[in-house]
């Protein structure tokens, strides 16, 4: 648990979910996100004791809404940990937006970041990297705004919803209720200065556009909200 609360909670077992998104609009087809690769999630994090059924699978679970990985034109990375960007190679059409900063640190980590970054999942031939710098449209009805602190280029996509006004997909910078309940950053970043300062600034624009957070690894809001078939307007 103290990988998602900084000192707090060490040596206490947390099972935390991993999931990604996908959008669709008028323009695209977009995911935001790639989830984590099982074999890669083994291979390199065999202590986290990664947990994925076959239907569970990125591909399996675009299937059952019926779209392919190939269908997919725009790929939005929040940043490239292991468990964010573990399916990029799925992507074959696909322009993939990063920061420039978040692709520079996840080849030259500093040691004490480096544990997040899984070179053979973002390391690829081919891959059509849209490289940006600062806060990004990506088409009408999604944005990014930079929320540097749990990685050196992270940034937070934003949803325009008519059910929830706005969908801010946090994606590690808060990751739990308990971040945002007592105040703390994520035990695994790489300036906590910042990364307190970008939770600040998604509770914010929460507030002024009366907007959710999603919780990237929180178990209990992961089973409250809606997935697959049962989407969001």
């Given at each position: ?93 696909a322009r993939v937006v990063v ?135």
């Amino acid at each position: 648990m103290s990988y998602f609360t900084w000192k707090i909670n060490i040596g206490k077992p947390y099972r935390f979910p991993v999931w990604c998104t996908y959008v669709e609009s008028d323009e695209a087809k977009i995911m935001i996100d790639t989830g984590f690769n099982l074999e890669n999630a083994l291979q390199y994090y065999s202590w986290e004791k990664p947990q994925q059924s076959e239907e569970q699978r990125l591909d399996k679970q675009l299937a059952a809404i019926g779209v392919k990985p190939e269908d997919i034109d725009i790929v939005v990375i929040t940043h490239l940990h292991f468990d964010h960007a573990g399916n990029i190679n799925l992507f074959k059409n696909a322009r993939v937006v990063v920061q420039k900063e978040e692709l520079r640190h996840a080849y030259v980590p500093e040691p004490f970041e480096a544990i997040g970054y899984s070179r053979p999942t973002f390391d690829i031939p081919g891959v059509k990297w849209d490289i940006v710098s600062g806060d990004q449209k990506i088409v009408d009805g999604l944005r990014t705004v930079l929320a540097p602190g749990h990685s050196a280029g992270h940034q937070v996509p934003i949803i325009d919803s008519k059910e929830l006004n706005a969908i801010i997909i946090e994606s590690d910078v808060i990751s739990t209720r308990l971040n945002l309940e007592k105040r703390i950053v994520g035990g695994i970043h790489l300036d906590p200065q910042a990364q307190y300062e970008s939770m600040l600034k998604l509770e914010r624009i929460a507030e002024e556009t009366k907007g959710t957070i999603f919780l990237q690894h929180d178990t209990e809001f992961f089973s409250t909200i809606k997935k697959g078939r049962d989407y969001y307007t």
